[in-house]
């Protein structure tokens, strides 16, 4: 997985909590981003950061808010989580400057929200 | 908005048996298009990336292309090990950032 970590692995809450995801890489890439993986629609892209302290919004931002305070970690934060927020969530990291650019993915984070 | 299909939804084949999955796409001035391989529970896997119409990669039993509007993935004499869902992702043209638009993937069983 390229040296990347996504924690907790499993997670069941409940409608109204607060809910953190954590990204970990050791690869030293400057650009990390977070998925969401639903049937039926692929991974769409929440929110991605193009450095510390540098973020900016994907397609599918609303009731989401992430920070990157080192290089290596990628906070997801859902503030009030709702039952349609129930997914896998994947983070990315991809290395910077190139005219394209690979993405490599994590080992994903199944969130439950009852 | 950019548009990435991928057809067909799910693909059974037997053993041996050569097929392909298809990625259409409707971004102009593509910048690259990329084949993943997701195994269940867990993370894609990178497979190839394309950058211009005509460009073939391979990788064991696996070759991809490119043309103005769709990819393709071949799979030639199939392994039960190649069953996975297989993803395609568009990259479009140069901005600030390197946001990719994927398709909802295709699922390959390979039955022994």
């Known amino acids: 997985d390229a040296g990347i970590t996504q924690s907790p692995r499993h997670k069941v809450t409940e409608t109204g909590t607060p809910v953190t995801l954590r990204c970990h890489q050791t690869?030293?890439?400057?650009?990390m981003y977070w998925y969401r993986q639903d049937p039926g629609h692929g991974l769409r892209l929440i929110h991605y950061s193009y450095g510390v302290k540098d973020t900016d919004k994907g397609e599918v931002s609303d009731g989401y808010s992430v920070s990157r305070s080192k290089t290596e970690d990628f906070l997801l934060t859902l503030e009030s989580a709702t039952s349609s927020q129930t997914s896998v969530y994947f983070c990315?990291?991809?290395?910077?400057?190139?005219?394209?650019?690979?993405?490599?993915f994590g080992p994903g984070t199944r969130l439950t929200v009852l | 908005e950019d548009q990435v299909t991928q057809s067909p939804e799910a693909l059974r084949l037997q053993e041996g048996e050569s097929s392909s999955l298809n990625c259409s796409y409707t971004?102009?001035?593509?910048?690259?298009l990329f084949w993943y391989r997701q195994d269940p529970g867990k993370g894609p896997e990178f497979l190839f990336t394309?950058?211009?119409a005509g460009e073939e990669k391979e990788k064991e039993r696996l070759k991809a292309t490119l043309t103005k509007k769709e990819s393709f993935l071949h799979i030639t004499a199939p392994k039960p090990e190649d069953s996975a869902t297989y993803l395609c992702?568009?990259?479009?043209?140069?901005?600030?950032?390197?946001?990719?638009?994927f398709g909802a993937g295709t699922t390959v069983t390979v039955r022994a």
């Open positions: 690869e030293n890439h400057r650009y």
């Open positions: 971004v102009s001035g593509l910048r690259g």
């Open positions: 990315a990291i991809s290395e910077s400057g190139l005219y394209t650019d690979t993405q490599y």
């Open positions: 394309l950058y211009s």
């Open positions: 992702a568009v990259q479009p043209p140069p901005s600030n950032d390197y946001k990719l638009s």
